[in-house]
C-alpha cells in the first residue's frame, strides 16, 4: 500500500522560507513520480511543481518557478520542497501525490494522481 507523509508546514512572514517533506513509501521501485499541489480557502486546487523518483526531472507551475525548487532524495524516499520569498498568496494547505508517472508534466497537469497525502497547512503573512 502506497502512503504519503507530509511534513514541514507552518508560518512565516512574507519573504522568509519553509521546506515541505513528502515520505513516500509503497512503491517497489524508485519509477514513480511526485506532485505538490496547493489549495487556499474558496479557490481550486493548483499544482506547484512535480519531479520524477527515478531521473530527478523538475517541472514547476509558473507561479512558483525560481521561488521553490522539488527534489527527490530517493535514499530516504522523500520528495521536498524547498520554497523561498514566500509571499502571502502562497497560503495553502499543500499535499503531495504520488503516481507510477507523476512526474510527467500532463499528468501533473492533470492532476490525476493515484495517491495522496493528508496535507500541511502554509500561511505567509504580510
Known amino acids: 500500500e502506497v502512503q504519503l507523509v507530509e511534513s514541514g508546514g507552518g508560518w512565516v512572514q512574507a519573504g522568509g522560507s519553509l521546506t515541505l517533506s513528502c515520505e513516500v513509501s509503497?512503491?517497489?521501485?524508485?519509477?514513480?513520480?511526485v506532485g505538490w499541489f496547493r489549495q487556499a480557502p474558496g479557490k481550486e486546487r493548483e499544482g506547484v511543481a512535480c519531479?520524477?523518483?527515478?531521473?530527478?526531472?523538475?517541472h514547476y507551475a509558473d507561479s512558483v518557478e525560481g521561488r521553490f525548487t522539488i527534489s527527490s532524495d530517493n535514499a530516504k524516499n522523500t520528495v521536498s520542497l524547498q520554497m523561498n520569498d514566500l509571499k502571502p498568496e502562497d497560503t495553502a494547505v499543500y499535499y503531495c501525490?504520488?503516481?507510477?508517472?507523476?512526474?510527467?508534466?500532463?499528468?501533473?497537469?492533470?492532476?490525476?494522481?493515484?495517491?495522496w497525502g493528508q496535507g500541511t497547512q502554509v500561511t505567509v503573512s504580510s
Open positions: 519531479i520524477s523518483a527515478s531521473d530527478g526531472n523538475p
Open positions: 501525490a504520488a503516481d507510477k508517472i507523476g512526474g510527467n508534466w500532463f499528468v501533473f497537469l492533470s492532476g490525476e494522481y493515484d495517491h
Open positions: 509503497g512503491f517497489t521501485s524508485d519509477d514513480y513520480g
